[in-house]
């Protein structure tokens, strides 16, 4: 596996590799199976693999939540390794923005609702990062977690918006065998906080098998109260909303799809997750 810091040491190499078919996957680093269930997916559909590991700076709203973000590249990229990664591109803050940034994207509704509503500017700083790196790798797929399904769906609007001609490819939310999500964060939970974390998902899982007793806010209420039986958690929002704009759903038959998505945090450590209802 390649390890480039600069952007022109990478273009470099993937430019002598053109003609290969080129996979990508965007993270942050502190890997875990989640992470590299993409990877995997990407060796699987691709000639060749690259992946990027930055915190990005500006898609933090929270400084302490940027400041204390894992940070552990040698693991990760033995990790990377380990599942036939070719390339990892790991820039430095000064490498991907000399200049502040000041493009602002529109990504519509979408960004209105749940994660664009709690985090300010986070989905323009997600936006601004992925299409620079899809810039400087130029890949024919990119890999994204469905973790994530905000995210991806603003990832699948910038496309379409931008014309970009990268194929984004979804993939399944990869757990802990408790259920809980695999998150870089959940490094930071406290064992207390660890123990109880998977509850979060139990309530989601639970209740949205119910569409045909429940209503979509008796399903939320439900969930909510379900949650608020754990002294641990504070709910930061617990929301029934359809799968393209993730625009809240009072009505089943209004939705050809729906899922369930929930923000929870514990102690100062906020973790998302979400449910397909149908
Ligand atoms: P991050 O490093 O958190 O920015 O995540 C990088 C990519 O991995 C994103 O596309 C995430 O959605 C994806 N990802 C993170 N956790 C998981 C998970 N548990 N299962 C599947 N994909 C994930």
Redesign the pocket.
Known sequence: MLIFKTINETREFLCSQKGKSLGF???????????L??VRKARQENELVAVSIFVNPIQFNNPEDLEKYPRMPELDANMLRSVGCDVLFMPDVSEMYPQPESTVYDFGPIEKVMEGAARPGHFNGVGIVVRKLFEIIEPQKA??????FQ??AVIRELVRKLSLSVQIVG?????EPDGL????RNMRLTDNERAVAPKIYQALQTYARHKETLTPSSMKNSIVKELHNEPLFRIDYIEIADDTYLQPVSRWADASGALVFAAVFLGNVRLIDNVRIF
Not at 143 to 148: A, L, V
Not at 181 to 184: D, Q, R, T, V, Y
């Open positions: 996957v965007p993270t942050m680093g502190a890997l875990h199976q989640g992470h269930d993409l890999y994204f977690g469905e973790k994530d995210q991806l993939c399944a939310t990869v757990r999500a695999m998150s870089s």
